[in-house]
Protein backbone atom coordinates (compact mmCIF):
# COMPACT_ATOMS: atom_id res chain seq x y z
CA UNK A 1 0.00 0.00 0.00
CA UNK A 2 2.52 2.27 1.22
CA UNK A 3 4.58 1.46 -2.46
CA UNK A 4 0.95 2.32 -4.30
CA UNK A 5 0.64 5.79 -2.24
CA UNK A 6 4.56 6.87 -3.29
CA UNK A 7 4.41 6.09 -6.75
CA UNK A 8 1.06 7.97 -7.01
CA UNK A 9 2.98 10.95 -5.24
CA UNK A 10 5.69 10.53 -7.65
CA UNK A 11 3.69 10.60 -10.26
CA UNK A 12 1.44 13.69 -9.62
CA UNK A 13 5.04 15.82 -8.47
CA UNK A 14 6.51 14.59 -11.88
CA UNK A 15 3.47 15.76 -13.79
CA UNK A 16 3.23 19.05 -12.14
CA UNK A 17 6.40 19.84 -13.54
CA UNK A 18 6.35 19.33 -16.85
CA UNK A 19 6.40 21.77 -19.28
CA UNK A 20 5.61 22.42 -23.37
CA UNK A 21 8.51 23.85 -25.56
CA UNK A 22 8.30 25.40 -28.88
CA UNK A 23 11.23 26.44 -30.97
CA UNK A 24 9.99 28.93 -33.76
CA UNK A 25 12.80 28.88 -36.74
CA UNK A 26 12.49 32.00 -38.80
CA UNK A 27 13.42 31.46 -42.37
CA UNK A 28 12.98 34.12 -44.27
CA UNK A 29 11.65 38.26 -43.31
CA UNK A 30 11.40 40.57 -45.99
CA UNK A 31 9.17 44.00 -46.46
CA UNK A 32 5.84 41.77 -46.98
CA UNK A 33 6.39 38.80 -44.65
CA UNK A 34 7.78 37.03 -42.34
CA UNK A 35 8.04 33.25 -42.80
CA UNK A 36 8.55 30.53 -40.01
CA UNK A 37 8.50 26.70 -38.61
CA UNK A 38 7.04 26.02 -35.49
CA UNK A 39 8.39 23.12 -34.30
CA UNK A 40 6.19 22.05 -30.51
CA UNK A 41 8.16 18.28 -30.43
CA UNK A 42 4.82 16.37 -32.03
CA UNK A 43 4.79 18.47 -35.30
CA UNK A 44 6.67 21.14 -37.56
CA UNK A 45 4.48 23.28 -39.09
CA UNK A 46 5.56 26.24 -41.94
CA UNK A 47 3.60 29.29 -41.35
CA UNK A 48 3.30 32.97 -43.11
CA UNK A 49 2.29 36.20 -41.10
CA UNK A 50 1.68 39.60 -42.81
CA UNK A 51 3.40 41.46 -39.99
CA UNK A 52 7.41 40.61 -40.48
CA UNK A 53 8.11 41.72 -37.61
CA UNK A 54 10.03 39.85 -35.03
CA UNK A 55 8.48 41.52 -31.91
CA UNK A 56 5.25 40.84 -32.83
CA UNK A 57 6.06 37.60 -33.25
CA UNK A 58 7.68 37.13 -30.09
CA UNK A 59 4.38 38.91 -28.38
CA UNK A 60 2.07 36.48 -30.05
CA UNK A 61 3.35 33.69 -28.66
CA UNK A 62 3.74 35.09 -25.12
CA UNK A 63 0.14 36.17 -25.18
CA UNK A 64 -0.31 32.65 -25.80
CA UNK A 65 1.32 31.70 -22.73
CA UNK A 66 4.86 30.92 -23.47
CA UNK A 67 7.77 33.07 -22.11
CA UNK A 68 10.47 33.38 -24.41
CA UNK A 69 13.87 31.37 -22.84
CA UNK A 70 16.25 31.76 -25.44
CA UNK A 71 17.19 33.21 -28.79
CA UNK A 72 19.97 31.30 -30.58
CA UNK A 73 21.41 31.97 -34.05
CA UNK A 74 22.91 29.50 -36.54
CA UNK A 75 24.60 29.84 -39.99
CA UNK A 76 23.27 27.58 -42.78
CA UNK A 77 25.71 26.85 -45.43
CA UNK A 78 23.60 25.41 -48.66
CA UNK A 79 26.63 24.43 -51.30
CA UNK A 80 25.22 24.27 -54.77
CA UNK A 81 26.73 23.15 -58.21
CA UNK A 82 28.57 20.44 -59.47
CA UNK A 83 32.21 19.23 -58.54
CA UNK A 84 33.86 17.82 -61.72
CA UNK A 85 35.66 13.88 -61.61
CA UNK A 86 38.72 14.57 -63.18
CA UNK A 87 40.65 17.97 -63.36
CA UNK A 88 39.76 19.80 -67.17
CA UNK A 89 43.01 19.14 -69.60
CA UNK A 90 46.25 21.06 -68.13
CA UNK A 91 44.23 23.30 -66.20
CA UNK A 92 44.50 21.45 -62.75
CA UNK A 93 42.50 24.00 -60.78
CA UNK A 94 39.00 22.88 -59.43
CA UNK A 95 37.10 26.07 -60.62
CA UNK A 96 33.78 24.68 -61.08
CA UNK A 97 30.22 26.26 -61.10
CA UNK A 98 30.04 26.04 -57.23
CA UNK A 99 27.54 28.36 -54.98
CA UNK A 100 27.45 28.85 -52.00
CA UNK A 101 25.07 30.54 -49.67
CA UNK A 102 25.42 31.75 -46.48
CA UNK A 103 21.73 31.96 -44.53
CA UNK A 104 22.03 33.40 -41.23
CA UNK A 105 18.79 31.64 -39.10
CA UNK A 106 17.48 32.74 -35.78
CA UNK A 107 15.43 30.05 -33.68
CA UNK A 108 13.06 31.58 -30.56
CA UNK A 109 12.77 28.90 -27.72
CA UNK A 110 9.96 29.07 -25.88
CA UNK A 111 8.21 27.38 -22.86
CA UNK A 112 4.97 26.96 -21.25
CA UNK A 113 5.06 25.68 -17.72
CA UNK A 114 1.61 23.44 -17.03
CA UNK A 115 -0.52 25.06 -14.18
Not at 37 to 60: A, H
Request: proline residues 3%; glycine residues 4%; hydrophobic residues 35%.
Amino acid sequence: MNKLILSYLLFLSSYSYCQSWIVVDILQQNKKEIIYKVDDGETVKRKKDKNPSIVSLINKYQDEGFELKSITQGVELDLNGNIPMAPNGMNRNFITNLTLQNNNRVMLWFRKPND
